[in-house]
Every structure is written in C-alpha cells, then in structure tokens.
C-alpha cells in the first residue's frame, strides 16, 4: 500500500531527489550553452567556449558599440 505524504514531505524528497542529481538545473543548463559538450572520457578535462556563443557575444558587443557610438555621440 502506498503511504501517505504531507506536501512539505513530497516537497522534501523532492528536493532531494533533484539534488543528487547534478545534469538537472538552471545551471548546468546555462553551462550546456555557453561550453562544449563533456568529453565522457575525460570528465575532468577542461570544456572549451562554444564558438557559436563567442560569436553572438561579439556580435552583440559589436551592435551595442555601435548603437551608443550613434546615439550618444554629441
């Protein structure tokens, strides 16, 4: 027979649950697009900037320079 929770039990196994498990998160979402994929076989090397985010920084930077360069120029 299945036992009965309260919501602040559910809540805390829960919580737990997602916190042993470190590929869930904001974060390691956030890091999914900024880096490179994990080399599986060699889980401590370094991961390396995606190009494809260097480039949109950039780019961004590039567009932001140029908006104040025309806007706030006297």
Known sequence: MAENL???EVRERLGDYLRSRREFGLSTAILN???EPPNPFEPQARRQLRKA???AVLWLLTL???FAYFNLRS
């Open 6 to 8: 309260t919501g602040r």
């Open 33 to 35: 697009v900024v880096l």
């Open 53 to 55: 985010f260097v480039l």
């Open 64 to 66: 932001a320079g140029v």
